[in-house]
């Protein structure tokens, strides 16, 4: 298996543009989630779905923060408009839930730069 | 809430063992304790989880207390590849979240 893969790897942007990240997780696995790392926040929880549906979005910042799965694999995360302070490197993850193994696996990252 | 506690950063010699601890007085009796360690650039990585007894793997083990308020992830020979920034998490009891917490980071020194 490929593992959870992540695009783009790298994104530079201006303030005001949006931001689509795209994860696909691993086959089979029914649980997807989304986190931030920044050096002042740590690794944040952003939002998880299970078997392609919204969970908890407790996390996510504020409105300019979309999420979707239009599939089981295929997941975006948006940022509309972007800001500096949205600079860190966002995670996916996928688990495969009831299956009795509750490990998350984590993709390479997209590393944000909003200038 | 990680509601757990680990030291900042610890160094350890290439070849021995590694003892990371962790603190987690408040943990419930449905909870897991899970270990994740973060290499540099890359997303965080699976090693072991528990809920009462000790666990061992291709990894590492994980010794839980009897009180379970607190246990320590061995490496049994450390190597230099295992520098990274450990993560202790309980898992809530709810849902699927992990709190990562600040963890700690471990150095392998030749």
């Known amino acids: 298996d490929a593992g959870v893969i992540q695009s783009p790897r790298h994104e530079v942007t201006e303030m005001g543009q949006e931001v689509t990240l795209r994860c696909k997780p691993i086959s089979g696995h029914n649980s997807l989630f989304w986190y931030r790392q920044t050096m002042m926040r740590g690794l944040e929880l952003l939002i998880y779905f299970n078997n392609n549906v919204p969970i908890d979005d407790s996390g996510m910042p504020e409105d300019r923060f979309s999420a979707k799965m239009p599939n089981a694999s295929f997941s975006t995360l948006k940022i509309q408009p972007s800001e500096p302070r949205d600079s860190a490197v966002y995670f996916c993850?996928?688990?495969?839930?009831?299956?009795?193994?509750?490990?998350?696996?984590f993709g390479p990252g997209t590393r944000l730069t909003v200038t | 809430d990680a509601k757990t506690t680990q030291p900042t950063s610890m160094d350890c010699a290439e070849g021995r063992a590694a003892n990371l601890p962790c603190n987690h007085s408040?943990?419930?009796?449905?909870?897991?304790v899970y270990w994740y360690r973060q290499i540099h650039s890359q997303g965080p990585q699976y090693i072991i989880h528990g809920l009462k007894n000790n666990e061992t793997n291709e990894m590492a083990s994980l010794i839980i207390t009897e009180d379970r308020k607190s246990s320590t992830l061995i490496l049994p020979h450390a190597t230099l590849r295992d520098t990274a920034v450990y993560y202790c998490?309980?898992?809530?009891?709810?849902?699927?979240?992990?709190?990562f917490g600040t963890g700690t980071s471990l150095t392998v020194i030749p």
């Open positions: 408040t943990i419930s009796g449905n909870e897991y």
């Open positions: 998490i309980v898992r809530v009891n709810t849902g699927n979240q992990f709190y």
């Open positions: 993850a996928s688990s495969p839930v009831g299956q009795g193994i509750d490990e998350q696996y």
